[in-house]
């Protein structure tokens, strides 16, 4: 038996991480999941635990975190196996140069952490494993992939068990699920451009649970923590019509919640927006993008036209289904103006909650590849700012004043009066101000679509303000 902990820096549940510790207990292994949140001493609790392995899961920016976190339960107790997980070792397996990670994990883990697991028990090389990353001497050596898992049936259920230790996650009124992996398309924005080839020769990429271990699985969620409603956090739950209207008939039969998901503009149809209402869909989200139609489709491989987007909105008004929409800006080439016709399109189809980040090249992603191509050198991980909603080290000109129209888009597009002063306060330098418009519309958002109440929108505003901060890093230098 191997004890394994897992921490994870955000205050909501993480799918991954469950995934990998209900496969663990499932094989006769013990984990348990700890949140390293300003406040929920962690590091005292992880280490009363006495773990043999401890693995942090980290997206790109958050290994910063993670890497702290884990240079801290070296310092207290080097014996302990330290590994890095998740999108970040994934494409940046030089994170493995970190003194402080004795092995990163690339892809899906499920069975490398049962391989790690019985390694362990057993006395043997985890070096050798599949998907591990690891330093000889000086050199790095990533170990090939394991194929991608055929059977997502065969998966045990994410182990939910651990957030009954938090008050605020044990409380949530909404719970998520994951119907299917992979994603059919590529855009240049996302990591799944880089996945696809990784897994090229791995089996296939696109893969469905089947209906009954969804529905078995949502049952009992539902019987054990009584939700309010469901979250699907699927890539492209509605690709598949075949797969997805018989689920939404069975879903709304046996489930019977309310549930918030994620769609594809060009994808929706009457029949699916029918069979989405139909089964108590009661908040959808897709994206725009951009308003520009060359900049969605040539720059950011998008594949959704104008057209497809009006369609949907209109859809939406006609069931009642509230929407949102997923824009970035700081595009490479976009100027003021393409970025003015995202505000524009976004106030024309009138979205419930108009989301805007300033675009990141994450590692993994064709514009990360473009970008290094551009500027003829290695984009340094290090550089990218913890999140999605401060600013870019995206090349832009414009990028301040990009930077501060992400700032007021919910405002821009939901009261298009402001227009004319926005287009003024966007020329001003970038000020607190701006950066408490945006997190008092992001927290009106959260508040109305996630139906989280006061005092969980303040616990999560408080620990999550990693998420809002400019970061360490350096604007590139031209
Ligand atoms: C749902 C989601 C969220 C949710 C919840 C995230 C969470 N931590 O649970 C929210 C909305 C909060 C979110 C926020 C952010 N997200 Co997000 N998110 C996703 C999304 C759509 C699905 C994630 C998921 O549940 N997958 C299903 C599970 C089963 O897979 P998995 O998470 O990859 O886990 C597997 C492996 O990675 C691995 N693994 C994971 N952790 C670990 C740890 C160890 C130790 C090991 C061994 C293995 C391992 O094993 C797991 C099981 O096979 C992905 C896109 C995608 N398709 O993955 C983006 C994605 C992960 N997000 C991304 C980003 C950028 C962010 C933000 C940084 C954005 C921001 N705010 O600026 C934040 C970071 C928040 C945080 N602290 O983690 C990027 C990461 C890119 C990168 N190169 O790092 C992704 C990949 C989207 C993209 N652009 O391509 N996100």
Redesign the pocket.
């Known amino acids: 038996m191997t004890r ?1 902990a ?5 205050w ?9 510790s209900g ?1 663990l207990k499932s094989q006769g292994h013990e984990s348990r999941i700890f949140i390293d949140v300003k406040g929920a001493d962690a590091m005292r609790q992880v280490l009363e635990y006495q773990p043999q ?11 910063h ?1 993670g890497l702290q976190f884990l240079r801290k339960i070296k310092a207290s107790r080097p014996e302990i196996i330290t ?10 397996p030089e994170v493995i140069r970190a003194e402080s990670i004795d ?3 690339q ?4 069975n ?2 049962t391989d ?1 697991a019985e390694a362990v028990e057993a006395g043997e090389d985890i070096r050798y494993l599949e ?1 591990i990353v690891h330093l000889d001497g000086d050199e790095i050596t990533i170990n090939p992939l394991r194929n991608l ?1 055929e059977e997502l049936d065969s ?1 045990p259920y ?1 182990d939910r068990s651990h957030y009954d230790r938090y008050a605020i996650t044990k409380r949530e009124g909404s719970k ?1 699920f ?1 119907c299917g ?3 059919p398309y590529r855009c240049s ?5 880089r ?1 696809h080839d990784m897994y090229h020769d791995k089996g296939r990429y696109v893969r469905y649970r089947s209906h009954e271990n969804i529905l078995d699985e949502i049952e009992e969620v539902k019987d054990r923590y009584g939700i309010k409603f469901v979250g699907f ?3 492209t739950l509605i690709f598949n019509k075949k797969w997805l209207l018989p689920f939404l008939e069975k879903y709304k039969e046996r489930i019977g919640l309310p549930f918030l998901s ?1 769609v594809r503009a060009n994808l929706i149809n009457e029949e699916v927006v029918r069979g989405l209402k139909e089964a108590g869909c009661i908040s959808c989200v897709f994206g725009v993008e951009s308003g520009d139609e060359r900049i969605r489709n040539e720059v950011l491989i998008k594949g959704v036209s104008d057209d497809e987007i009006r369609r949907t909105a209109s859809l939406f008004k006609k069931y009642k289904i509230r929407f949102g929409t997923y824009n970035m800006l700081g595009l490479p080439g976009e100027t003021i103006v393409d970025a003015w016709k995202t505000v524009k399109l976004n106030a024309e189809i009138r979205p419930d909650f108009p989301w805007c ?1 300033v675009i ?1 090249p ?4 064709k514009i990360h590849e473009d970008m290094q191509k551009t500027l003829g050198k290695h984009i340094d ?1 290090d550089e990218i ?6 600013a870019s080290v995206v090349d832009n000109p414009h990028i301040k004043q990009l930077e501060n129209l992400q700032k007021w888009f919910h405002l821009a597009v939901r009261v298009p009066l402001l227009q004319p002063l926005i287009r003024l306060f966007i020329k001003l330098p970038s000020n607190p101000l701006y950066t408490l418009v945006f997190q008092a519309c992001y927290g009106w958002q959260l508040l109305r679509r996630s139906r989280l109440n006061l005092l969980q929108m303040f616990k999560y505003w408080w620990t ?1 303000q ?2 809002f901060k400019r970061s360490g890093r350096k604007r590139r230098k031209k």
């Open positions: 394994f897992f921490i994870q820096n955000l909501t549940e993480n799918l991954g991480i469950m995934y990998l496969t392995a401890v693995g942090v899961s980290c997206t790109t920016g958050l290994h975190w590994i890095m997980g998740g999108p970040h070792p994934t494409f940046c092995f990163a994990v892809g899906e883990a499920e490398v952490v790690i998907n898992i998966i994410p998520n994951i992996r992979g994603c924005f996302c990591c799944n451009y996945l956090s699927d890539d994620t980040s990141q994450y590692p993994g992603t991980a700012g913890a999140s999605y909603f401060t999550q990693g998420m």
